[in-house]
């Protein structure tokens, strides 16, 4: 009887393996359908054709503080440069 139980032990595993292969390899449905319209956003969002046609016009493109308070900004040959020790 002892030999029967050590035999059943890997007859099971193999049921075992054979389930867990069969519902591996199923077929799976995805819904790529919300991850390509969340994509074409981000697409969309990253074109900015606008601020494309400000830098080939030349001028910078300013935003948020720098845009508010341009006195903030340095001003290259002003003297005010702490890094530069005479």
Do not use: C
Not at 20 to 38: C, K, M, P, Y
Request: aromatic content about 6%; charged content about 20%; glycine content about 12%.
């Amino acid at each position: 009887m002892a030999a029967l139980a050590w035999l059943l032990i890997p007859l099971m595993a193999a049921i075992g393996a054979g389930m867990w292969g069969s519902w591996a390899a199923r077929n799976r449905r995805t819904g790529d359908g919300t991850e390509l319209a969340g994509y074409a956003k981000f697409r969309a969002a990253m074109e900015k054709p606008e601020a494309d046609q400000e830098l080939a016009e030349g001028g910078p493109v300013l935003a948020g503080a720098a845009a508010a308070e341009p006195s903030r900004m340095h001003r290259a040959g002003s003297g005010s440069d702490p890094a530069r020790v005479s």
